[in-house]
Every structure is written in structure tokens, then in C-alpha cells.
């Protein structure tokens, strides 16, 4: 149900570039892969599909590095290896989530009708139940997980989070809910209500 898409970059134009940008990303980041393309309708494809985390291409004497918040960054093809492989220490962190009807990346939903940027513990939410999707996970376990709570602490820090994070997914079929004081993500069935 789930497509965990790692620390992968698409590279589509010429081959001897793409040499040279997988022998230098080897040496210093060998958890990245570069998949190559072999023609933009493929590159395109695969970006449509989120096969990757970023894609690499030419344009004249410009290399452009494309990542899923659709921020494109031209860079002079001599100075760009000295500009990303700065970045690729913070880019190989990096983790993409792939459902049915979201994707979710950095701190970022992306539906089909509109994007969600997540506050901190949002992302730790539903970073936690993407960990374990459909399983119940308690309240407690959840309360010391991501606020670190001790389990006398009574707080409805959780509810209102959930809360807010499911108006979120509202575009979704997904929503996390609850059944005593077990919490879930599950993927709503036709006429399914959530109340919470």
C-alpha cells in the first residue's frame, strides 16, 4: 500500500554526464542511487509517479536539480558539483512516501486538488503511523514517542493534533482514527465517517 521511495535521483541528457555524476556521487554518498533515463517521456513518467526524490537534467550549459517541493535549481555545470555535493549530506536524510491518493515528503502532503505543509509535530504524527501503517498504536505509546509524556500526564495534546492533521488529509482517503485509546491511519471505505 505504502511506496517508500529512498535517497534516489533521476538523471536524464547525455550518458557521459551521467557517468561523471554517478562516479562522484559514489564516492562520496554511495546510499544514493541515479537511475537514468533514456528519454524525457520516461523521466517524466517516473517523476509523475514519485520514483524518485529529485531528477537531474541538462539544458544547454545548465544543469537543473528538481526535488518533489517543485523547487528547480539551475546551476553552471562546473560550479554545480561543487553546489551539490554540499547538499547531498542533507539530501541523502531524505525519505519520500508513496499512497494510493497522497505523497508525502520532507514535511510536506501533496494531494491531487492541493498541497499541506505540516507544523513539527504533525510530521512526527503521521511520520509514526507511516512507520506502522494500520496498525493501532496507543495513546500512550504515541504520547511518550513524540512528546516523550510519562504516562500519568492526562493531556488532549494528541486529540487536537490528530485533529488538525486529519483536515489535512481531508482530499485523502486516509485519515488516523481512533478506537478506545488505540490510534490508527486506515484507508476510508465509500460512505466511511470518521468522527473524532
Given at each position: 500500500?505504502?511506496?517508500?521511495?529512498?535517497?534516489?535521483?533521476?538523471?536524464?541528457?547525455?550518458?557521459?554526464?551521467?557517468?561523471?555524476?554517478?562516479?562522484?556521487?559514489?564516492?562520496?554518498?554511495?546510499?544514493?542511487?541515479?537511475?537514468?533515463?533514456?528519454?524525457?517521456?520516461?523521466?517524466?513518467?517516473?517523476?509523475?509517479?514519485?520514483?524518485?526524490?529529485?531528477?537531474?537534467?541538462?539544458?544547454?550549459?545548465?544543469?537543473?536539480?528538481?526535488?518533489?517541493?517543485?523547487?528547480?535549481?539551475?546551476?553552471?555545470?562546473?560550479?554545480?558539483?561543487?553546489?551539490?555535493?554540499?547538499?547531498?549530506k542533507v539530501f541523502q536524510e531524505r525519505v519520500?512516501?508513496?499512497?494510493?491518493?497522497?505523497?508525502?515528503?520532507?514535511?510536506?502532503?501533496?494531494?491531487?486538488?492541493?498541497?499541506?505543509?505540516?507544523?513539527?509535530?504533525?510530521?512526527?504524527?503521521?511520520?509514526?503511523?507511516?512507520?506502522?501503517?494500520?496498525?493501532?498504536?496507543?495513546?500512550?505509546?504515541?504520547?511518550?514517542?513524540?512528546?516523550?509524556?510519562?504516562?500519568?500526564?492526562?493531556?488532549?495534546?494528541?486529540?487536537?493534533?490528530?485533529?488538525?492533521?486529519?483536515?489535512?488529509?481531508?482530499?485523502?482517503?486516509?485519515?488516523?482514527?481512533?478506537?478506545?485509546?488505540?490510534?490508527?491511519?486506515?484507508?476510508?471505505?465509500?460512505?466511511?465517517?470518521?468522527?473524532?
Open positions: 500500500m505504502i511506496r517508500i521511495v529512498k535517497q534516489r535521483i533521476l538523471c536524464y541528457g547525455d550518458a557521459s554526464w551521467y557517468r561523471l555524476w554517478e562516479e562522484i556521487i559514489q564516492q562520496s554518498c554511495s546510499e544514493i542511487i541515479l537511475l537514468f533515463c533514456e528519454t524525457e517521456e520516461q523521466l517524466k513518467k517516473f517523476w509523475e509517479e514519485k520514483s524518485a526524490l529529485a531528477c537531474m537534467y541538462t539544458v544547454n550549459d545548465h544543469c537543473v536539480f528538481e526535488d518533489w517541493v517543485f523547487v528547480k535549481k539551475f546551476y553552471l555545470l562546473p560550479e554545480f558539483f561543487l553546489v551539490f555535493l554540499g547538499n547531498l519520500g512516501y508513496v499512497l494510493e491518493d497522497f505523497s508525502f515528503y520532507h514535511n510536506i502532503i501533496f494531494t491531487k486538488r492541493k498541497n499541506f505543509l505540516l507544523r513539527e509535530k504533525e510530521y512526527k504524527i503521521l511520520l509514526y503511523f507511516l512507520h506502522r501503517y494500520q496498525e493501532k498504536i496507543s495513546k500512550e505509546e504515541l504520547l511518550k514517542g513524540i512528546w516523550s509524556y510519562n504516562r500519568e500526564v492526562e493531556t488532549l495534546t494528541l486529540e487536537t493534533h490528530v485533529g488538525q492533521l486529519n483536515k489535512k488529509l481531508r482530499f485523502c482517503n486516509h485519515r488516523i482514527t481512533k478506537e478506545r485509546d488505540f490510534f490508527y491511519l486506515i484507508l476510508l471505505g465509500r460512505g466511511e465517517i470518521i468522527n473524532f
